[in-house]
């Protein structure tokens, strides 16, 4: 499974849908939802404003995204693959006074016009985008000027690094293992080799300003194993 076949990371994140949430749960210790708390206090969305969440998959992060900016502003959710989706409209027709849309899309190519968002998030997604070069800047386009973004991932630890061992392990003995009595091994073995091609925080800084982000920086979570790029247009 490679991140360059676009087609597979959709029947991936298509297949596991139904157990993402609670493997999600198991694999983080629930830690997923302080990562994601905290990407939102960093980016301060308010009431009135229009936000993005790109490769929403079930919808976490848009979500809470729309609890900050209702009752007035909006929040569009978006993914390439249907099964995610349909589990995040599932999610949201529970909270129906939220201000939240959900559209099928490319993440590199959403098709949506040009600075029109006060603010995005993309959590989890980077890593599995064919060019995550070309979706910084598809980002760095729908915003609009002094915007802000927000971007969640697995930090890319050093080569060689207790971090990285940590990593290795946590991956290969607890996550595929887990996975695999549930029938997934593999999609999660997806993991390790996405992050073998996913760049670190300083190469993504470089990345985004390249895109034209006018204001970048990385920070680590979860003592190192996690990382948030935060971004301003
Ligand atoms: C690991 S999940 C993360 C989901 C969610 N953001 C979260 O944090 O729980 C990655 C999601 O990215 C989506 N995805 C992958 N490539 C995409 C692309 N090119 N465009 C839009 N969504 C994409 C997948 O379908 C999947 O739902």
Known sequence: MRSDNPG???????????????LNDVFSFGLHRVWKRQLLIWLQPVDG??????????????LALARCVRPNGSVLGIDSAEQPLSIAKKRALNASWLPISWQKGDALDTGLSSNQF??????????????PSLG??????????SGRAGILDFNRTEEG??????????????????????????????LEESLKRFP??????????EA??????????????MGALLLQA
Do not use: I
């Open 8 to 22: 597979s990371v959709e029947n991936l994140f298509d297949a596991v849908a139904q157990n993402y949430d609670p």
């Open 49 to 62: 404003e229009s936000w993005l969440d790109l490769c929403c998959g079930t919808g976490d992060l848009a």
């Open 118 to 131: 006060d603010g995005a998030v993309m959590a989890y997604g980077l890593r599995n985008l064919a060019d």
């Open 136 to 145: 910084l800047k598809e980002l760095r386009r729908l915003l609009k000027k």
């Open 161 to 190: 690094s207790l971090s990285a061992q940590f990593q290795r392990l946590y991956l290969r003995r607890f996550v595929v293992p887990v996975a695999a009595q549930v029938g997934f091994r593999e999609h999660y073995a997806y």
């Open 200 to 209: 670190n925080g300083s190469v993504q800084e470089s990345l985004a300003l």
């Open 212 to 225: 034209g982000f006018e204001a970048v920086s990385y920070r680590t979570l979860a003592g190192g194993q």
